[in-house]
């Protein structure tokens, strides 16, 4: 006799089992594995990015690692570019697609260049604080170049402010954290509207930027090279 769930509503669960159970990533992995709280903050941070994108056609993501939270990007947007500068992701990636939240993966290091094809938003989650601050102009200059005029570039971040309390190899790694201010004269060198978001734990607010955990610029209306 075949398995059976109490409750007959339940019975298509083992028919997805039996097709394959979806996986977790690389990175998303060892979080749930020694921090399961943070691949909350981690999925919250990527809904608000589905939200503020909801409408655009085609956007790019930067630094997307083993790509986790990007589907939540996939349901508002009907075409997702993600790209990372590490293939070992974007190999894993491209091994498991997803044929119902499809995503095109591609290897690009945007401190070499853009993708110039004028999508309608690009999005960074966890990456500028990786930029040395000598190649953030750089790095924002490619970004901005990959939009259409009327393009859209969210950045997220952990702040300044939060570093206290940061993990040891999250400290290893941010090597350019910035407070509320400093990320708004960052992004206005190239967009003429900058929108400052604040964000603790899964709440994204207009609150006091130096109590933030982690802020969002917001930029729109690129300025010309």
């Known amino acids: 006799m075949s398995e059976q769930t109490r ?9 997805l089992e039996r097709e394959g159970l979806e996986r977790l990533g690389l990175m998303s992995s060892q979080v749930w594995r020694d921090d399961p709280r943070r691949l909350l903050f981690v999925l ?3 809904k608000f990015v589905a939200k503020m994108f909801t409408g655009l056609r085609r956007v790019l993501e930067v630094g997307c690692a083993d790509a986790f ?9 009907p075409a997702v570019v993600a790209t990372d500068f590490d293939p070992v992701f974007i190999q894993r990636n491209q091994a498991q697609p997803s044929h119902r939240w499809p995503v095109e993966f591609r290897v690009h290091d945007f401190l070499a260049g853009p993708l110039a094809e004028g999508f309608d938003g690009v999005y960074a989650v966890d990456v500028i604080e990786h930029i040395p601050a000598e190649q953030e102009h750089r790095f924002l200059d ?3 170049a990959s939009l259409h005029p ?3 570039c969210l950045l997220g971040t952990p702040s300044l402010e939060s570093q206290v309390y940061a993990s040891p190899p999250s400290k290893a790694g941010h090597v350019n954290c910035k407070d509320g201010p400093g990320l708004r004269r960052l992004m206005s060198t190239r967009f003429h509207n900058v929108f400052l978001f604040s964000m603790n734990d899964e709440v994204v607010h207009t609150g006091f930027t130096p109590m ?6 917001l930029g ?6």
Do not use: D, I, M
């Open 212 to 217: 933030a955990h982690y802020l969002w610029g």
């Open 142 to 144: 490619h970004l901005a």
């Open 7 to 15: 409750e007959a509503q339940y019975q298509f669960l083992l028919e």
């Open 44 to 46: 919250a941070r990527y």
């Open 150 to 152: 009327q393009g859209v």
């Open 220 to 225: 729109c209306h690129r300025k010309s090279p």
């Open 69 to 77: 939270g990007t589907r939540l990007v996939r349901q508002e947007v």
